[in-house]
């Protein structure tokens, strides 16, 4: 028994003795390998597409990553423009110039200057302005009656609204298209007379609430013609 305990002791090692332990080298290779492996696989198929809209493997698309990195690159890049602009706003310096205030008898001169820009700028005056209601699908035709190579302006506003249109003339056996629109709140310009007849729009409501249309004519035109609903 005695020999046992001693041969037990001696295989044990000294008080204070710390043994090591040898991990074979290629147990930490393959460990690295796997865990940058990992890493890689996380890179290509999330990171990159979540991030950067950035798809190698073309899974990112199916599970919809890819859009939401190109959503956050889209954010990033408008938030950089903004910053950009706020800071060049800011570098510009502020300046002022000043103006002279005439006084005595060249107060009334520049005022006297000043009058014809003023007046040109008032609001035209139309010879007939008419409105009509149209209700959904509704259609109405207004027309005015010229003779052959007369001219009259127009304006026409669907009233903050659409509106399709289509503006024509017929008479004496003879019809024309000018124009015609889809979806279009208003319009102004002139119209000429191809022929001596009846010139002017129909309009018709493709939208599901009623629209108000408010047309304005003046120039060369006998008369404004009693619109035809349809």
Not at 9 to 16: D, E, F, N, V, W
Not at 35 to 59: H, K, M, N, Q, R
Not at 91 to 112: D, F, H, K, Y
Not at 199 to 218: A, I, M
């Amino acid at each position: 028994m005695q020999k046992k305990f001693e041969n037990l002791r001696s295989s044990l090692a000294p008080a204070g003795h710390i043994q090591r332990i040898d991990v074979p080298s290629n147990g930490l290779i393959r460990s690295s390998l796997g865990s940058a492996a990992a890493a890689l696989v996380i890179l290509c198929l999330f990171w990159l597409p979540a991030e950067y809209g950035i798809d190698p493997t073309g899974l990112g698309g199916v599970m919809g990553l890819t859009t939401m990195g190109e959503i956050k690159q889209q954010l990033y890049a408008e938030a950089a423009a903004e910053d950009a602009a706020l800071a060049m706003a800011a570098a510009l310096p502020a300046t002022a110039r000043a103006v002279p205030v005439p006084s005595g008898p060249s107060a009334r001169e520049a005022v006297t200057t000043l009058t014809p820009p003023l007046a040109e700028i008032a609001p035209p005056v139309w010879r007939d302005e008419v409105s009509y209601t149209l209700a959904p699908t509704e259609g109405i035709e207004v027309k005015l009656a010229m003779v052959e190579g007369a001219t009259a302006t127009f304006e026409w506003t669907a009233n903050g609204a659409v509106l399709n249109y289509d503006t024509h003339g017929d008479g004496s056996g003879n019809k024309i298209r000018y124009d015609q629109g889809r979806g279009i709140p208003g319009q102004e310009g002139t119209l000429t007379a191809a022929f001596s007849g009846n010139h002017g729009w129909f309009w018709r409501n493709r939208t599901n609430k009623p629209v108000v249309v408010t047309l304005r004519t003046r120039g060369n035109y006998r008369e404004l013609r009693l619109p035809a609903p349809y």
